[in-house]
Protein backbone atom coordinates (compact mmCIF):
# COMPACT_ATOMS: atom_id res chain seq x y z
CA UNK A 1 0.00 0.00 0.00
CA UNK A 2 1.21 3.41 -0.88
CA UNK A 3 3.07 5.13 2.19
CA UNK A 4 2.69 8.33 1.00
CA UNK A 5 -1.39 8.32 0.71
CA UNK A 6 -1.68 6.87 3.74
CA UNK A 7 0.40 9.35 5.63
CA UNK A 8 -1.73 12.44 3.83
CA UNK A 9 -5.02 10.86 5.64
CA UNK A 10 -2.98 10.43 8.82
CA UNK A 11 -1.98 13.94 8.47
CA UNK A 12 -5.81 15.36 7.80
CA UNK A 13 -7.04 13.07 11.06
CA UNK A 14 -4.40 14.72 12.83
CA UNK A 15 -5.33 17.98 11.91
CA UNK A 16 -9.10 17.68 12.42
CA UNK A 17 -7.81 17.14 16.25
CA UNK A 18 -5.89 20.17 16.16
CA UNK A 19 -8.87 21.80 15.48
CA UNK A 20 -11.35 19.95 17.56
CA UNK A 21 -8.51 20.63 20.62
CA UNK A 22 -8.90 24.52 19.52
CA UNK A 23 -12.97 23.95 19.76
CA UNK A 24 -12.78 22.59 22.99
CA UNK A 25 -10.51 25.23 24.25
CA UNK A 26 -12.81 28.16 22.69
CA UNK A 27 -15.41 26.17 24.20
CA UNK A 28 -14.31 25.57 27.89
CA UNK A 29 -13.14 29.05 27.83
CA UNK A 30 -16.52 30.53 27.49
CA UNK A 31 -17.88 28.21 30.37
CA UNK A 32 -15.06 28.39 32.53
CA UNK A 33 -14.11 31.91 32.24
CA UNK A 34 -15.06 35.63 31.22
CA UNK A 35 -14.49 35.02 27.29
CA UNK A 36 -16.52 37.46 25.08
CA UNK A 37 -18.64 34.77 23.84
CA UNK A 38 -19.60 36.92 20.80
CA UNK A 39 -15.83 37.42 19.93
CA UNK A 40 -15.36 34.13 19.95
CA UNK A 41 -18.53 32.87 17.89
CA UNK A 42 -17.14 32.94 14.74
CA UNK A 43 -13.93 31.48 15.08
CA UNK A 44 -15.84 28.55 16.98
CA UNK A 45 -18.26 28.30 13.44
CA UNK A 46 -15.65 28.42 11.39
CA UNK A 47 -13.01 25.58 13.50
CA UNK A 48 -16.19 23.12 12.81
CA UNK A 49 -16.44 24.26 9.12
CA UNK A 50 -12.63 23.38 8.83
CA UNK A 51 -13.09 20.14 10.93
CA UNK A 52 -16.01 18.85 8.49
CA UNK A 53 -13.81 20.35 5.29
CA UNK A 54 -11.29 17.90 6.71
CA UNK A 55 -13.28 14.99 7.36
CA UNK A 56 -15.03 15.12 3.27
CA UNK A 57 -11.22 15.35 2.65
CA UNK A 58 -10.25 12.50 4.17
CA UNK A 59 -13.60 10.71 3.32
CA UNK A 60 -12.28 11.89 -0.56
CA UNK A 61 -8.66 10.52 -0.38
CA UNK A 62 -9.48 7.13 0.53
CA UNK A 63 -12.18 6.52 -2.79
CA UNK A 64 -8.88 8.29 -4.29
CA UNK A 65 -6.73 5.38 -2.83
CA UNK A 66 -8.84 2.91 -2.62
CA UNK A 67 -9.90 3.51 -6.66
CA UNK A 68 -5.82 3.31 -7.97
CA UNK A 69 -5.10 0.65 -5.18
CA UNK A 70 -8.36 -1.75 -5.80
CA UNK A 71 -5.66 -4.54 -5.94
CA UNK A 72 -3.50 -4.41 -2.99
CA UNK A 73 -6.14 -2.43 -0.14
CA UNK A 74 -5.58 -2.01 3.20
CA UNK A 75 -9.65 -2.47 3.39
CA UNK A 76 -9.64 -2.85 7.41
CA UNK A 77 -6.87 -0.02 7.67
CA UNK A 78 -9.30 2.82 5.29
CA UNK A 79 -12.43 1.53 7.73
CA UNK A 80 -10.22 2.17 10.78
CA UNK A 81 -9.51 5.63 9.04
CA UNK A 82 -13.34 5.98 8.55
CA UNK A 83 -14.79 4.93 11.58
CA UNK A 84 -11.86 7.23 13.55
CA UNK A 85 -12.68 10.50 11.33
CA UNK A 86 -16.40 10.31 12.24
CA UNK A 87 -15.37 9.90 15.67
CA UNK A 88 -13.20 12.82 15.33
CA UNK A 89 -15.96 15.03 13.64
CA UNK A 90 -18.50 14.28 16.31
CA UNK A 91 -15.88 15.46 18.89
CA UNK A 92 -16.11 19.38 17.41
CA UNK A 93 -20.19 19.17 17.37
CA UNK A 94 -20.09 18.27 21.24
CA UNK A 95 -17.73 21.63 21.41
CA UNK A 96 -20.65 22.80 19.54
CA UNK A 97 -22.98 22.17 21.83
CA UNK A 98 -20.87 23.14 25.30
CA UNK A 99 -20.05 26.74 23.61
CA UNK A 100 -24.29 26.62 23.06
CA UNK A 101 -24.70 26.01 27.25
CA UNK A 102 -22.59 29.08 27.47
CA UNK A 103 -24.44 31.35 24.81
CA UNK A 104 -27.55 30.84 26.87
CA UNK A 105 -26.20 32.51 29.97
CA UNK A 106 -24.57 29.62 31.93
CA UNK A 107 -21.26 29.81 33.48
CA UNK A 108 -19.36 28.08 35.40
CA UNK A 109 -16.68 30.69 35.84
CA UNK A 110 -17.52 30.68 39.49
CA UNK A 111 -18.83 28.63 42.31
CA UNK A 112 -18.15 25.06 44.23
CA UNK A 113 -17.50 22.79 41.23
CA UNK A 114 -15.26 25.55 39.19
CA UNK A 115 -11.95 23.82 40.13
CA UNK A 116 -13.20 20.35 39.02
CA UNK A 117 -14.64 21.80 35.68
CA UNK A 118 -10.84 23.31 35.66
CA UNK A 119 -9.49 20.03 36.03
CA UNK A 120 -11.99 18.24 33.64
CA UNK A 121 -11.10 20.68 30.89
CA UNK A 122 -7.25 19.89 31.18
CA UNK A 123 -7.78 16.44 31.22
CA UNK A 124 -10.07 15.80 28.39
CA UNK A 125 -8.08 19.01 26.68
CA UNK A 126 -5.08 16.80 27.07
CA UNK A 127 -6.76 13.45 25.66
CA UNK A 128 -7.11 14.89 22.48
CA UNK A 129 -3.53 15.89 22.41
CA UNK A 130 -2.44 11.94 23.53
CA UNK A 131 -5.07 10.44 20.86
CA UNK A 132 -3.11 12.70 18.34
CA UNK A 133 0.35 11.27 19.42
CA UNK A 134 -1.15 7.84 19.32
CA UNK A 135 -2.53 7.98 15.90
CA UNK A 136 1.00 9.52 14.78
CA UNK A 137 2.95 6.93 16.45
CA UNK A 138 0.81 3.77 16.13
CA UNK A 139 1.67 2.47 19.90
CA UNK A 140 -0.81 -0.25 21.18
CA UNK A 141 0.33 0.39 25.00
CA UNK A 142 0.51 4.22 24.87
CA UNK A 143 -3.23 3.93 23.14
CA UNK A 144 -4.40 1.23 25.59
CA UNK A 145 -3.94 3.64 27.91
CA UNK A 146 -5.93 6.35 26.81
CA UNK A 147 -8.94 3.91 26.59
CA UNK A 148 -8.10 3.19 30.30
CA UNK A 149 -7.94 6.80 30.88
CA UNK A 150 -10.89 7.57 28.81
CA UNK A 151 -12.88 4.83 30.84
CA UNK A 152 -12.14 6.12 34.01
CA UNK A 153 -12.83 8.92 33.00
CA UNK A 154 -16.81 8.20 31.40
CA UNK A 155 -17.20 6.11 34.34
CA UNK A 156 -16.87 9.06 36.65
CA UNK A 157 -18.56 11.25 34.52
CA UNK A 158 -21.87 8.54 34.40
CA UNK A 159 -21.39 8.91 38.40
CA UNK A 160 -21.99 12.71 38.25
CA UNK A 161 -24.35 13.19 36.27
CA UNK A 162 -26.33 10.10 38.00
CA UNK A 163 -26.05 12.34 41.45
CA UNK A 164 -27.60 15.22 39.12
CA UNK A 165 -30.48 13.56 38.43
CA UNK A 166 -30.92 12.08 41.78
CA UNK A 167 -30.30 15.68 43.34
CA UNK A 168 -28.14 14.25 46.03
CA UNK A 169 -25.76 16.86 44.73
CA UNK A 170 -27.02 20.74 44.84
CA UNK A 171 -26.02 23.15 41.87
CA UNK A 172 -26.61 26.48 40.49
CA UNK A 173 -27.29 25.71 37.12
CA UNK A 174 -28.74 21.50 37.13
CA UNK A 175 -29.52 21.33 34.06
CA UNK A 176 -26.91 22.84 32.20
CA UNK A 177 -24.65 21.27 34.39
CA UNK A 178 -25.72 17.81 33.62
CA UNK A 179 -25.81 18.80 29.94
CA UNK A 180 -22.12 19.55 30.36
CA UNK A 181 -21.46 16.54 31.75
CA UNK A 182 -23.07 14.48 29.29
CA UNK A 183 -21.29 16.51 26.80
CA UNK A 184 -17.61 15.75 28.17
CA UNK A 185 -18.82 12.08 28.21
CA UNK A 186 -19.51 12.44 25.09
CA UNK A 187 -16.71 13.82 23.57
CA UNK A 188 -14.21 11.30 25.71
CA UNK A 189 -16.30 8.56 24.60
CA UNK A 190 -15.86 9.85 21.23
CA UNK A 191 -11.54 9.87 21.99
CA UNK A 192 -12.35 6.22 23.53
CA UNK A 193 -13.85 4.71 19.99
CA UNK A 194 -11.51 6.89 17.83
CA UNK A 195 -8.82 4.94 20.16
CA UNK A 196 -10.30 1.67 19.35
CA UNK A 197 -9.83 2.04 15.94
CA UNK A 198 -6.19 2.26 16.01
CA UNK A 199 -5.28 -0.74 18.15
CA UNK A 200 -8.71 -3.34 17.75
CA UNK A 201 -9.85 -5.29 15.28
CA UNK A 202 -12.47 -4.05 12.30
CA UNK A 203 -15.59 -5.97 13.90
CA UNK A 204 -14.45 -5.37 17.39
CA UNK A 205 -14.24 -1.46 16.92
CA UNK A 206 -16.35 0.97 19.51
CA UNK A 207 -16.86 -2.49 21.35
CA UNK A 208 -14.68 -2.64 24.29
CA UNK A 209 -16.93 -4.78 26.49
CA UNK A 210 -15.96 -7.58 24.26
CA UNK B 1 14.74 4.40 -3.80
CA UNK B 2 13.36 1.14 -2.61
CA UNK B 3 14.40 -2.60 -3.76
CA UNK B 4 10.91 -2.81 -5.23
CA UNK B 5 10.73 -0.36 -7.00
CA UNK B 6 14.11 -0.36 -8.88
CA UNK B 7 12.67 -4.31 -9.25
CA UNK B 8 9.36 -2.38 -11.00
CA UNK B 9 11.68 -0.41 -12.89
CA UNK B 10 13.92 -3.66 -14.08
CA UNK B 11 10.85 -5.56 -15.15
CA UNK B 12 8.87 -2.56 -17.20
CA UNK B 13 12.06 -1.80 -19.17
CA UNK B 14 12.94 -5.39 -19.90
CA UNK B 15 9.19 -6.12 -21.10
CA UNK B 16 9.33 -3.27 -23.13
CA UNK B 17 12.16 -4.25 -24.77
CA UNK B 18 10.90 -7.67 -25.21
CA UNK B 19 7.45 -5.93 -26.44
CA UNK B 20 9.58 -3.74 -29.27
CA UNK B 21 11.19 -7.76 -30.45
CA UNK B 22 7.95 -8.78 -30.47
CA UNK B 23 6.58 -6.28 -32.96
CA UNK B 24 10.14 -6.97 -34.67
CA UNK B 25 9.41 -11.00 -34.57
CA UNK B 26 5.52 -10.29 -36.16
CA UNK B 27 7.53 -8.32 -38.63
CA UNK B 28 9.43 -11.10 -40.01
CA UNK B 29 6.77 -13.74 -39.20
CA UNK B 30 4.34 -11.62 -41.51
CA UNK B 31 7.19 -11.05 -44.31
CA UNK B 32 8.21 -14.75 -44.12
CA UNK B 33 4.46 -15.73 -44.34
CA UNK B 34 4.56 -14.19 -48.13
CA UNK B 35 2.36 -11.68 -49.73
CA UNK B 36 0.25 -13.77 -51.83
CA UNK B 37 -1.13 -15.23 -48.33
CA UNK B 38 -1.08 -11.99 -46.52
CA UNK B 39 -3.64 -10.27 -49.19
CA UNK B 40 -5.89 -13.08 -48.61
CA UNK B 41 -5.95 -12.92 -45.19
CA UNK B 42 -6.44 -8.36 -44.74
CA UNK B 43 -8.78 -8.68 -48.19
CA UNK B 44 -11.73 -9.07 -45.06
CA UNK B 45 -10.38 -5.41 -44.04
CA UNK B 46 -10.66 -4.22 -47.20
CA UNK B 47 -14.12 -2.28 -46.68
CA UNK B 48 -14.14 0.58 -44.21
CA UNK B 49 -16.44 -0.51 -42.07
CA UNK B 50 -15.21 -4.19 -42.05
CA UNK B 51 -12.25 -3.03 -40.68
CA UNK B 52 -13.51 -0.38 -37.88
CA UNK B 53 -15.65 -3.33 -36.76
CA UNK B 54 -12.70 -5.71 -36.91
CA UNK B 55 -10.88 -3.18 -34.39
CA UNK B 56 -13.65 -3.01 -32.33
CA UNK B 57 -13.47 -6.40 -32.14
CA UNK B 58 -10.08 -7.29 -31.68
CA UNK B 59 -9.87 -4.62 -28.93
CA UNK B 60 -12.94 -6.22 -27.05
CA UNK B 61 -11.22 -9.70 -27.18
CA UNK B 62 -7.75 -8.75 -25.72
CA UNK B 63 -8.81 -5.61 -24.08
CA UNK B 64 -6.57 -3.37 -24.79
CA UNK B 65 -6.52 -0.68 -27.64
CA UNK B 66 -2.45 -0.68 -26.95
CA UNK B 67 -2.53 -4.70 -28.41
CA UNK B 68 -4.17 -3.85 -30.99
CA UNK B 69 -2.76 -1.07 -32.22
CA UNK B 70 0.76 -2.22 -31.72
CA UNK B 71 -0.28 -5.21 -33.65
CA UNK B 72 -1.10 -2.95 -36.67
CA UNK B 73 1.98 -0.71 -36.10
CA UNK B 74 3.86 -4.51 -36.95
CA UNK B 75 1.40 -5.39 -39.50
CA UNK B 76 2.22 -1.99 -41.66
CA UNK B 77 5.58 -2.05 -40.84
CA UNK B 78 6.04 -5.43 -42.51
CA UNK B 79 4.23 -3.86 -45.52
CA UNK B 80 1.52 -6.16 -45.39
CA UNK B 81 -1.19 -4.13 -44.50
CA UNK B 82 -1.68 -0.57 -46.07
CA UNK B 83 -2.50 2.33 -44.28
CA UNK B 84 -5.79 2.74 -46.20
CA UNK B 85 -6.80 -0.72 -44.50
CA UNK B 86 -4.88 -0.46 -41.04
CA UNK B 87 -6.71 3.17 -40.13
CA UNK B 88 -10.34 2.17 -39.81
CA UNK B 89 -8.80 -0.57 -37.41
CA UNK B 90 -7.18 1.55 -35.37
CA UNK B 91 -10.51 3.98 -35.26
CA UNK B 92 -12.24 0.29 -34.32
CA UNK B 93 -9.30 -0.11 -31.71
CA UNK B 94 -10.01 3.37 -29.57
CA UNK B 95 -14.36 2.61 -29.38
CA UNK B 96 -12.95 -1.61 -28.41
CA UNK B 97 -10.95 -0.36 -26.02
CA UNK B 98 -14.19 1.92 -23.92
CA UNK B 99 -15.53 -2.09 -22.89
CA UNK B 100 -13.20 -2.34 -19.99
CA UNK B 101 -14.56 0.72 -17.55
CA UNK B 102 -17.96 -0.10 -18.61
CA UNK B 103 -17.29 -3.77 -17.25
CA UNK B 104 -15.63 -2.30 -14.00
CA UNK B 105 -18.70 0.04 -13.82
CA UNK B 106 -20.84 -3.12 -13.26
CA UNK B 107 -18.96 -3.68 -9.95
CA UNK B 108 -21.31 -0.35 -8.86
CA UNK B 109 -24.48 -2.52 -10.04
CA UNK B 110 -26.35 -3.36 -6.44
CA UNK B 111 -26.43 0.82 -5.41
CA UNK B 112 -29.13 2.89 -7.98
CA UNK B 113 -27.28 6.06 -7.52
CA UNK B 114 -23.94 4.72 -7.79
CA UNK B 115 -24.48 2.76 -10.58
CA UNK B 116 -26.00 5.73 -12.41
CA UNK B 117 -22.67 8.03 -11.53
CA UNK B 118 -20.31 4.48 -12.15
CA UNK B 119 -21.76 3.87 -16.04
CA UNK B 120 -21.96 7.31 -16.98
CA UNK B 121 -18.76 7.74 -16.11
CA UNK B 122 -17.35 4.67 -18.00
CA UNK B 123 -19.77 5.54 -21.27
CA UNK B 124 -19.19 8.53 -21.96
CA UNK B 125 -15.50 7.26 -23.37
CA UNK B 126 -17.58 5.37 -25.15
CA UNK B 127 -19.77 8.25 -26.72
CA UNK B 128 -16.57 10.25 -26.89
CA UNK B 129 -15.11 7.75 -29.20
CA UNK B 130 -18.11 6.92 -31.07
CA UNK B 131 -18.82 10.40 -31.84
CA UNK B 132 -15.25 11.41 -32.85
CA UNK B 133 -15.42 8.30 -35.06
CA UNK B 134 -18.96 9.73 -36.74
CA UNK B 135 -17.10 13.01 -37.63
CA UNK B 136 -13.60 11.96 -38.28
CA UNK B 137 -14.21 8.63 -39.97
CA UNK B 138 -16.00 9.74 -42.91
CA UNK B 139 -13.78 13.15 -43.72
CA UNK B 140 -10.63 10.82 -43.93
CA UNK B 141 -11.89 7.95 -45.48
CA UNK B 142 -12.60 10.51 -48.15
CA UNK B 143 -9.96 13.21 -48.16
CA UNK B 144 -7.17 11.82 -46.09
CA UNK B 145 -6.66 14.90 -44.69
CA UNK B 146 -5.82 12.88 -41.30
CA UNK B 147 -3.05 10.62 -43.41
CA UNK B 148 -1.77 12.99 -44.85
CA UNK B 149 -0.97 14.78 -41.92
CA UNK B 150 0.44 11.71 -40.68
CA UNK B 151 2.49 11.23 -43.75
CA UNK B 152 4.15 14.72 -43.46
CA UNK B 153 4.87 14.22 -39.65
CA UNK B 154 6.70 10.98 -40.61
CA UNK B 155 8.55 13.05 -43.46
CA UNK B 156 9.61 15.99 -40.19
CA UNK B 157 10.55 12.63 -37.94
CA UNK B 158 12.62 11.46 -40.33
CA UNK B 159 14.28 14.95 -41.71
CA UNK B 160 14.62 15.85 -37.77
CA UNK B 161 17.33 12.87 -37.36
CA UNK B 162 15.31 11.79 -35.06
CA UNK B 163 17.42 8.40 -34.10
CA UNK B 164 14.41 5.94 -33.53
CA UNK B 165 13.50 6.29 -37.22
CA UNK B 166 16.83 5.65 -38.75
CA UNK B 167 17.54 2.47 -39.92
CA UNK B 168 20.52 2.12 -38.32
CA UNK B 169 19.62 3.74 -35.15
CA UNK B 170 21.16 2.09 -31.37
CA UNK B 171 17.42 1.59 -30.97
CA UNK B 172 16.37 -0.36 -34.16
CA UNK B 173 19.82 -2.09 -33.42
CA UNK B 174 19.06 -3.25 -30.34
CA UNK B 175 15.70 -4.96 -31.63
CA UNK B 176 17.18 -6.45 -34.16
CA UNK B 177 19.84 -7.87 -32.36
CA UNK B 178 16.81 -9.34 -29.40
CA UNK B 179 14.96 -10.75 -32.28
CA UNK B 180 18.36 -12.49 -33.93
CA UNK B 181 18.40 -14.24 -30.42
CA UNK B 182 14.86 -14.89 -30.15
CA UNK B 183 15.21 -16.92 -33.99
CA UNK B 184 18.34 -18.41 -33.11
CA UNK B 185 16.71 -19.89 -29.96
CA UNK B 186 13.89 -21.02 -32.16
CA UNK B 187 15.73 -22.47 -34.68
CA UNK B 188 17.70 -24.66 -32.74
CA UNK B 189 14.93 -26.49 -31.81
CA UNK B 190 14.60 -29.21 -34.40
CA UNK B 191 10.97 -29.39 -34.57
CA UNK B 192 10.47 -25.67 -35.79
CA UNK B 193 13.97 -25.40 -37.55
CA UNK B 194 12.54 -28.48 -39.70
CA UNK B 195 9.52 -26.63 -40.12
CA UNK B 196 11.49 -23.47 -41.16
CA UNK B 197 13.15 -25.90 -43.86
CA UNK B 198 10.16 -27.70 -45.13
CA UNK B 199 7.35 -25.57 -44.26
CA UNK B 200 7.93 -22.18 -44.08
CA UNK B 201 4.45 -20.81 -44.16
CA UNK B 202 3.41 -23.42 -40.37
CA UNK B 203 6.46 -21.68 -39.39
CA UNK B 204 5.54 -18.16 -40.07
CA UNK B 205 2.56 -18.73 -38.50
CA UNK B 206 3.77 -20.04 -35.51
CA UNK B 207 6.17 -17.16 -35.35
CA UNK B 208 3.00 -15.04 -35.97
CA UNK B 209 1.54 -16.33 -33.19
CA UNK B 210 4.39 -16.20 -30.59
CA UNK B 211 4.59 -12.45 -31.19
CA UNK B 212 1.13 -11.77 -30.94
CA UNK B 213 0.79 -13.78 -26.95
CA UNK B 214 4.03 -11.68 -26.17
CA UNK B 215 2.83 -8.72 -27.55
CA UNK B 216 0.23 -9.20 -25.35
CA UNK B 217 2.19 -10.49 -22.33
CA UNK B 218 4.60 -8.01 -22.20
CA UNK B 219 2.23 -4.87 -22.64
CA UNK B 220 0.49 -6.62 -19.60
CA UNK B 221 3.89 -6.54 -17.56
CA UNK B 222 4.91 -3.14 -18.85
CA UNK B 223 1.44 -1.73 -17.43
CA UNK B 224 1.24 -3.42 -14.24
CA UNK B 225 4.93 -2.84 -13.51
CA UNK B 226 4.82 0.69 -14.36
CA UNK B 227 1.36 1.16 -12.32
CA UNK B 228 3.09 -0.46 -9.35
CA UNK B 229 6.05 2.75 -10.10
CA UNK B 230 3.50 5.20 -10.43
CA UNK B 231 0.76 4.76 -8.18
CA UNK B 232 2.19 7.66 -5.82
CA UNK B 233 2.03 9.90 -8.54
CA UNK B 234 -1.53 8.53 -10.16
CA UNK B 235 -2.99 9.93 -6.71
CA UNK B 236 -1.43 13.24 -6.72
CA UNK B 237 -2.53 13.74 -9.82
CA UNK B 238 -5.92 12.69 -9.52
CA UNK B 239 -6.01 15.00 -5.93
CA UNK B 240 -4.79 17.82 -8.12
CA UNK B 241 -7.12 17.22 -11.09
CA UNK B 242 -10.43 16.77 -8.61
CA UNK B 243 -8.75 19.97 -6.81
CA UNK B 244 -8.92 21.65 -10.13
CA UNK B 245 -12.44 20.65 -11.06
CA UNK B 246 -11.60 19.78 -14.61
CA UNK B 247 -10.08 21.73 -17.82
CA UNK B 248 -7.32 21.20 -19.62
CA UNK B 249 -5.43 20.59 -16.65
CA UNK B 250 -7.48 17.43 -16.17
CA UNK B 251 -6.44 16.38 -19.66
CA UNK B 252 -3.04 16.43 -19.24
CA UNK B 253 -3.50 14.47 -16.27
CA UNK B 254 -4.80 11.81 -17.87
CA UNK B 255 -2.52 12.24 -20.71
CA UNK B 256 0.37 11.82 -17.76
CA UNK B 257 -1.21 9.27 -16.14
CA UNK B 258 -2.03 7.06 -18.82
CA UNK B 259 1.45 7.23 -20.91
CA UNK B 260 2.98 6.53 -17.69
CA UNK B 261 1.11 3.36 -17.25
CA UNK B 262 0.75 2.96 -20.99
CA UNK B 263 -3.13 2.27 -20.77
CA UNK B 264 -6.20 4.10 -21.20
CA UNK B 265 -8.33 1.42 -18.90
CA UNK B 266 -6.02 1.83 -15.53
CA UNK B 267 -6.92 5.58 -16.27
CA UNK B 268 -10.74 5.24 -16.86
CA UNK B 269 -11.21 2.15 -14.65
CA UNK B 270 -9.43 4.24 -12.02
CA UNK B 271 -12.15 7.02 -12.92
CA UNK B 272 -15.33 5.27 -12.62
CA UNK B 273 -15.14 4.40 -9.12
CA UNK B 274 -14.40 7.80 -8.34
CA UNK B 275 -17.26 9.33 -10.02
CA UNK B 276 -19.37 6.57 -8.38
CA UNK B 277 -18.61 7.84 -5.11
CA UNK B 278 -19.78 11.06 -6.17
CA UNK B 279 -16.88 12.90 -5.25
CA UNK B 280 -16.05 13.61 -9.10
CA UNK B 281 -18.60 14.92 -11.68
CA UNK B 282 -19.04 12.67 -14.76
CA UNK B 283 -18.25 16.34 -16.54
CA UNK B 284 -14.99 16.83 -14.35
CA UNK B 285 -14.16 13.60 -15.21
CA UNK B 286 -14.35 13.75 -19.17
CA UNK B 287 -11.09 15.52 -19.51
CA UNK B 288 -9.75 13.31 -17.99
CA UNK B 289 -10.63 10.41 -20.13
CA UNK B 290 -9.78 13.00 -23.33
CA UNK B 291 -6.43 12.62 -21.67
CA UNK B 292 -6.00 9.52 -21.53
CA UNK B 293 -7.82 8.92 -25.03
CA UNK B 294 -4.87 10.71 -25.86
CA UNK B 295 -1.85 8.85 -23.79
CA UNK B 296 -2.86 6.08 -25.58
CA UNK B 297 -1.22 6.70 -28.40
CA UNK B 298 2.41 6.87 -27.72
CA UNK B 299 2.25 2.80 -27.45
CA UNK B 300 2.03 2.73 -30.95
CA UNK B 301 4.43 5.25 -31.63
CA UNK B 302 6.86 3.02 -29.38
CA UNK B 303 5.86 0.28 -31.50
CA UNK B 304 6.38 1.61 -34.75
CA UNK B 305 10.36 2.00 -33.34
CA UNK B 306 10.60 -1.51 -33.84
CA UNK B 307 9.66 -1.86 -37.45
CA UNK B 308 12.02 -1.05 -40.29
CA UNK B 309 9.07 0.98 -43.01
CA UNK B 310 8.61 4.10 -42.02
CA UNK B 311 4.65 3.29 -42.71
CA UNK B 312 4.85 2.12 -39.37
CA UNK B 313 5.50 5.43 -38.03
CA UNK B 314 2.59 6.94 -40.33
CA UNK B 315 0.08 4.94 -38.88
CA UNK B 316 0.83 5.64 -35.43
CA UNK B 317 0.96 9.12 -36.00
CA UNK B 318 -2.26 8.68 -37.26
CA UNK B 319 -3.38 6.91 -34.15
CA UNK B 320 -2.56 10.83 -32.50
CA UNK B 321 -3.43 12.86 -34.72
CA UNK B 322 -6.60 11.46 -35.09
CA UNK B 323 -7.34 11.46 -31.12
CA UNK B 324 -6.06 14.84 -30.93
CA UNK B 325 -8.00 15.98 -33.54
CA UNK B 326 -11.30 14.30 -31.66
CA UNK B 327 -10.47 16.49 -28.54
CA UNK B 328 -9.48 19.45 -30.15
CA UNK B 329 -12.97 19.49 -32.12
CA UNK B 330 -15.34 18.44 -29.02
CA UNK B 331 -14.04 19.90 -25.79
CA UNK B 332 -13.46 23.60 -26.99
CA UNK B 333 -17.41 24.15 -27.57
CA UNK B 334 -19.82 23.76 -25.11
CA UNK B 335 -22.64 22.36 -27.14
CA UNK B 336 -20.60 19.43 -28.36
CA UNK B 337 -18.69 18.08 -25.05
CA UNK B 338 -21.96 18.04 -24.14
CA UNK B 339 -23.32 15.95 -26.11
CA UNK B 340 -21.19 12.49 -24.77
CA UNK B 341 -21.94 13.43 -21.66
CA UNK B 342 -25.31 14.13 -21.83
CA UNK B 343 -25.73 10.86 -24.17
CA UNK B 344 -23.54 8.66 -20.99
CA UNK B 345 -25.82 10.12 -18.26
CA UNK B 346 -29.36 9.89 -20.41
CA UNK B 347 -28.10 5.96 -20.71
CA UNK B 348 -27.01 5.90 -17.43
CA UNK B 349 -30.07 7.11 -16.55
CA UNK B 350 -32.13 4.32 -18.03
CA UNK B 351 -29.66 1.89 -16.57
CA UNK B 352 -29.85 2.60 -13.27
CA UNK B 353 -33.85 1.42 -13.57
CA UNK B 354 -33.69 -1.59 -15.65
CA UNK B 355 -29.88 -2.49 -15.17
CA UNK B 356 -30.55 -5.60 -17.42
CA UNK B 357 -30.34 -2.89 -20.31
CA UNK B 358 -26.50 -1.80 -19.10
CA UNK B 359 -25.56 -5.72 -20.22
CA UNK B 360 -27.41 -5.44 -23.25
CA UNK B 361 -25.69 -2.31 -24.39
CA UNK B 362 -22.47 -4.21 -23.96
CA UNK B 363 -23.52 -7.16 -25.87
CA UNK B 364 -24.93 -5.28 -28.98
CA UNK B 365 -22.52 -2.48 -28.83
CA UNK B 366 -19.20 -4.13 -28.48
CA UNK B 367 -20.12 -7.85 -29.37
CA UNK B 368 -23.62 -8.18 -31.55
CA UNK B 369 -22.98 -5.05 -33.63
CA UNK B 370 -18.94 -5.81 -34.94
CA UNK B 371 -19.63 -9.31 -35.78
CA UNK B 372 -23.21 -8.44 -37.87
CA UNK B 373 -21.17 -5.94 -39.37
CA UNK B 374 -18.26 -7.55 -40.34
CA UNK B 375 -20.57 -10.61 -41.87
CA UNK B 376 -22.48 -8.04 -43.49
CA UNK B 377 -19.85 -5.54 -45.14
CA UNK B 378 -17.54 -8.93 -46.48
Known sequence: ????????????????????????????????????????????YATDKEINKLHKAVRREMIIHSAVHSRNLDVPLLLSFMTMSKDIERIGDYCKNLFEIAETGNTFAKGEHADEFQTLKSDVGKMIIYLQSCLSLDDESKTQDLITLGQATTKSLDKKITALLNKTVETQYPVATTLFYRYQKRIVSHIINASTAIIMPTDKIDYLDE | MKLKTIKNITFAVSFLYLFLIAIKLLETGIKTLGEEYTDQLFESVSNPFAGLLVGILATVLVQSSSVTTSTIVGLVGSGVLSLEYAIPIVMGANIGTTVTNTLVSFGHVRREQEFKRAFAASTMHDFFNLLVVIILFPIDVYTNIITRMAEYGTEMFIASGFSATNPNSPIKNAIKWGANKILDVFNSIPFLSDLNENSYRVYAVVLIVLAIILIFTCLKNVVSNMKSIMLNQI???????????????AILIGILITISVQSSSITTSILVPIVGSGILSVENAFPITLGANIGTTVTAVLASFAVDNIAGLTIALHHVLFNVLGVLIVYPFKAVRNIPVNLAKSLSAATAKRRYVALLYVLIVFVTIPLL??????
Do not use: H, P, W
Not at chain 1, 14 to 38: G, H, K, P, W
Open chain 2, 373 to 378: GVVIFN
Open chain 2, 235 to 249: EFGLDKALAKGGGLF
Open chain 1, 1 to 44: MSKDSIDLIESKLSQMLTESTRMYDIAMNCLLSDTNIDAVRDDL
